[in-house]
């Protein structure tokens, strides 16, 4: 039953802006469906609805499951669908005291453990559940598991993919065609993402397209559906990818394969953030192009970008995310540098020096490193932390050994 919100917390939308006020909101489950094939194989772990107003995802996932029930599937490992906030689900809100999609990092897991009575918040219950889940499908895995976040968001816009640039999550990335969005998660403190990164775990957060736009849900399904085939837990001649393939270019149109965050605008409440209106996922805007407004002004582009996640929809605290496509060099020549297992060499470099405290963290004087490092990092499977003065960290990223197997 559709619900509208109204809330004091409301934002008027620019009127030409394609908004969803209201997502219907519905009672679900947290277990969504647990289809185990009782052989030993990978885990598809997918997580919808960890926004309230996002229910499409939760919609397709659901959806898969009953077809894969009924053709008598997985033929090997399983699939587990989890649903995320469901307080906000019931509500059709993004969120009811906090964003479900924020505070994975082990600091904040512990904050959290710390509040009692008042100060729990209804997200707290959620995170404690869904961490319970979360861990008990790492603790049961006889495979490699693929952890997948099912998104929508309130811009139109081609669907995309947020991943951590390990070599696994990108070889999985691109295996579905599907555009992919790097160093997202950099710039969002403590995404459900980060705490399966983190554990070493392939780990996907997919933007399946408009909130409430009727080929969203369609578009979570057929990529859904060419993880299972890649992933081996369905065989394509029992589910052929072609039409989900032919469905998904369709709605990728011209968008560009792999992107880069290069700024994040971040928003609290008292800045009366007003996104321009009209913009879409990866529109193209020119230096000097009037992205927003808010108590300061008009906000501006600063350089040509592609706007990514603009927000037309009262909660949030990202305003926008601008990006550029990743050239095709740098791909190329990560790639070589990998499969050579050159990265190593990183530390020799000018400026580079290992960190005395972590092996696999390098620091790297901002004074002599210059505009190339944070590509060569990123591609070479480097995350950057926090600057340390005058010196930029980057931290590698290891994953599962099975995970080699995907
Ligand atoms: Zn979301």
């Known amino acids: 039953m559709p619900s509208e919100i109204a809330g004091p917390d409301e934002r008027r939308p620019p009127p030409s802006a394609p908004v969803d006020a209201a997502a219907p909101a519905q009672s679900w489950q947290r277990e969504l469906g647990i289809l185990d094939s009782g052989r030993p194989g990978p885990t598809v772990l997918v997580l919808a609805g960890i926004h309230g107003n996002e229910p499409a995802g939760v919609e397709a996932v659901v959806r898969v499951l009953a077809r894969l029930r009924e053709l008598a599937l997985p033929e090997r490992g399983r699939v587990v669908a989890l649903a995320g906030n469901l307080g906000a689900l019931a509500q059709g809100k993004r969120f009811l005291g906090r964003d479900l999609n924020r505070g994975w990092g082990a600091a904040s897991i512990a904050a959290m453990q710390q509040r009692l009575g008042a100060e729990r918040l209804p997200e707290d219950d959620e995170q404690t559940a869904l961490l319970d889940r979360f861990e008990a499908v790492l603790r049961s895995a006889t495979g490699p598991v693929v952890f997948v976040d099912l998104h929508t968001s309130s811009a139109d816009g081609p669907p995309f993919l947020c991943l951590a640039d390990t070599i696994d999550n990108r070889r999985l990335g691109l295996a579905t065609g599907v555009p992919i969005i790097l160093g997202i998660e950099e710039l969002i403190d403590g995404a459900a993402l980060e705490w399966f990164g983190a554990r070493g775990v392939c780990a996907l957060a997919v933007e399946g397209g408009r909130h409430l ?16 085939v890649r992933i081996g837990l369905v065989p394509a001649a029992r589910v052929d990818p072609a039409p989900h393939r032919a469905h998904l270019a369709r709605a990728i149109g011209a968008a ?13 409440a008292a800045d009366a953030f007003r996104m321009a209106p009209g913009f879409v996922n990866f529109a193209p805007v020119a230096k000097g192009a009037l992205l927003a407004h808010d108590v300061r002004g008009e906000i501006r582009a600063t350089g040509p970008s592609l706007v990514l996640l603009p927000l037309y929809q009262a909660l949030g605290d990202d305003g926008y995310f601008l990006a550029r496509p990743v050239r095709r060099f740098w791909l190329h020549l990560a790639q070589w540098l990998r499969a050579a297992r050159l990265g190593g060499l990183l530390r020799f470099l000018p400026g580079v020096r290992r960190d005395p405290d972590d092996a696999d963290t390098l620091l790297v004087d901002r004074a002599v490193a210059r505009w190339f490092v944070v590509e060569v990092f990123h591609l070479l499977g480097y995350r950057r932390e926090r600057p340390r003065g005058a010196q930029l960290a980057f931290t590698r990223r290891r994953s599962r050994p099975e995970n080699r197997t995907l």
């Open 213 to 228: 736009h009727p080929d969203t849900r369609g578009n979570h399904e057929a990529l859904l559906w060419l993880l299972l």
């Open 256 to 268: 560009p394969p792999i992107v880069e965050i290069t700024h994040r605008h971040a928003i609290v």
